[in-house]
């Protein structure tokens, strides 16, 4: 049995649509995940990055991550992965990952609400409830 997400509008007026522009507008923080939507348990989630995060790995959760504007690389263990706008990633629960951008990228995050952006590491740039936009 499936359990309602806390806080979710269940109805015709939670269908808005949702400008990305407009929303990566809002913020300017890096590795500061925002929550734009939720879905069945999953949040969208909206980031800029911008230098190097920590190596991590989540071990329960798959993560999708869709570039809007600019470029990353997304680094495996084997190899790196590199991402423009318009391309997407699901890095696959229990896989380490570290994602580093050159320059500011905009990205579009799917994973189910709860995910910590640094998994199994911790530390200090552990967002434990990001924002609503
Ligand atoms: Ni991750």
Redesign the pocket.
Known sequence: MSEPVSGATRDVAGAQKVNLAAAFAQFNEHWSPRIIGELNGQHVKLAKFQGEFVW???AHED?MFLVVRGSFAMQLRDRTVSLGEGEFLI?PRGVE?RPVAAEEVWVVLFEPAGTL?T?SAGGERTVREPPRL
């Open positions: 991590h790995q989540h993560e890095v990952h952006n998994g």
